[in-house]
C-alpha cells in the first residue's frame, strides 16, 4: 500500500506556497534587499586566513560567547540585556513563534509585511492575525489597539522600518503598542542601518519588548545571522528552543572579524543610502511611477496608467533585471514592484530598462 503526502502532511502545509526564491544567474539581482558591495580585499584575504584554521572538525561555540561579546559593542545592546543567535533573523521568529503557541494564543502583525510572520505562524500553529496598513502605509493605531484587545495576542511582529514598504513607523504609536500589549512585542530592525532609528535603547524601558536585528542588510546575507536582543527572562526561555549549534563555525568567526571592521559596512551602507536618494528621485521622474519614500535599502513603487506590474516585471526580466513583483500579494500593493538598491551602475541599468518597459 502506497503512502501519499496528503495522508500524512498538515493539510494547512499542503495548502501553503513555499518561499519562491527565483533564478538569478546572469541577471542584475536587486531583488533580495542584499548589500551590492564585497568586502575590501584585504578583509577577505583576513577571513581566508581564519577559515584556513578554523577547527572544522570540531563543532562551534554552542554559546558563541566571543562574537555576543562583539556584537554586544556593535550593536549598542543595553547592559542587563542578552543576546540570542539565530540562522538568520527567520529562525529566531520561528522560535518565538514555537515558544508562544500555546493552544488559541495569536501571533499579530501589520499588513503588508514580511512574509514569514505569516508563515511561520502556519509552521508553529499559532493562530495568525494581521492588521492592515493605512493606504499610505502609516499604522491605524486604532486598529491595532482594537485588534489587540480583541485577540490577545501573546506576540506581537513590527517591522522598523517595514518591509515591503520601506517605511518607519511613527514612534509614538508603535510605543502605545508596547505598553498596551498583553504579550511580548518583537520590534524587527532588519534595515536600521539605513534608517538611524531604533528601539534597542527602549529594552530596559519595556518589560515585554525584544529587538531583532540581522547582518544579512549590512552585507553579510551569506553568513545568516540572526540576532535578538532582550530582558534575560524572556532570553533564557526562547534559549531552550534554539538547536544545538545552530550558529556555525565559520559564521562565528568572520562575523566577529568584520564586526571589527564595522567602519567599512557603515561606509557601505551610507553609499547605499546616497544611491537610494538619487535612484528615488530619477524613478520619480519617469512617467508612470508612483514611488514611496524609504528608510531601508529598497524602494516600493508602483506602476500607473496603462501599466501593470506583472507585465513590467517580466520586461525587465526579459532585459536583465530581476526585481520583487509584489502585485497580488495584498490589495494595498496593487502594481507595486519593489528594487533593492544597488550599485550605481546596477541602479543606472534598472532605470534605463525600467523606462524602455514603460514605454513597452
Known amino acids: ?38 568586502l575590501p580585499l584585504e578583509l577577505r584575504e583576513e577571513i581566508a586566513r581564519l577559515a584556513a584554521d578554523a577547527p572544522l572538525n570540531r563543532y562551534p561555540d554552542a554559546g558563541a560567547v566571543a562574537l555576543k561579546a562583539t556584537l554586544r559593542e556593535a550593536l549598542s545592546v543595553p547592559a542587563g540585556m542578552d543576546i540570542m543567535l539565530g540562522n538568520g533573523s527567520d529562525e529566531i521568529i520561528q522560535i518565538i513563534a514555537l515558544a508562544c503557541a500555546k493552544p488559541g494564543a495569536v501571533l499579530m502583525s501589520v499588513e503588508p509585511a514580511f512574509v514569514m510572520f505569516r508563515m511561520i505562524a502556519t509552521f508553529a500553529r499559532i493562530d495568525y492575525r494581521g492588521v492592515p496598513l493605512n493606504t499610505d502605509f502609516s499604522l491605524d493605531l486604532d486598529a491595532v489597539l482594537e485588534s489587540m484587545a480583541r485577540h490577545q495576542p501573546a506576540v506581537i511582529f513590527i517591522a522598523y522600518p517595514n518591509n515591503p514598504t520601506g517605511n518607519l513607523f511613527d514612534t509614538g504609536a508603535i510605543s502605545r503598542i508596547i505598553k498596551a500589549a498583553p504579550g511580548l512585542v518583537v520590534v524587527d530592525e532588519a534595515y536600521h542601518a539605513f534608517a538611524g532609528a531604533s528601539f534597542m535603547d527602549k529594552l530596559t524601558q519595556y518589560p515585554n519588548l525584544l529587538v531583532m536585528r540581522t547582518l544579512s542588510k549590512l552585507g553579510l546575507a551569506g553568513l545568516r545571522l540572526g540576532i535578538l536582543a532582550g530582558r534575560p527572562e524572556w532570553v533564557a526561555q526562547l534559549e531552550k528552543l534554539r538547536l544545538p549549534y545552530n550558529v556555525g563555525i565559520a559564521t562565528q568567526l568572520i562575523a566577529e572579524k568584520v564586526l571589527q571592521h564595522s567602519e567599512v559596512l557603515l561606509q557601505q551602507a551610507a553609499a547605499i543610502k546616497r544611491e ?25 513603487f508602483r506602476v500607473t496608467h496603462q501599466h501593470e506590474a506583472g507585465q513590467v516585471f517580466q520586461q525587465l526580466k526579459k532585459r536583465g533585471i530581476l526585481i520583487k513583483n509584489l502585485d497580488g500579494s495584498h490589495p494595498l500593493l496593487r502594481n507595486c514592484l519593489r528594487v533593492t538598491v544597488g550599485t550605481p551602475d546596477e541602479n543606472n541599468q534598472f532605470l534605463m530598462a525600467l523606462q524602455a518597459s514603460l514605454k513597452t
Open 1 to 38: 500500500m502506497s503512502i501519499s503526502p496528503d495522508q500524512v502532511i498538515r493539510p494547512e502545509i499542503l495548502a501553503l506556497s513555499g518561499y519562491h526564491v527565483p533564478h538569478a544567474v546572469g541577471m542584475v539581482k536587486l531583488d533580495a534587499m542584499e548589500n551590492p558591495y564585497p
Open 276 to 300: 537610494r536618494t538619487a535612484m528615488g528621485e530619477r524613478l520619480a521622474a519617469l512617467e508612470g511611477t508612483e514611488v514611496f519614500s524609504s528608510d531601508a535599502n529598497f524602494i516600493l
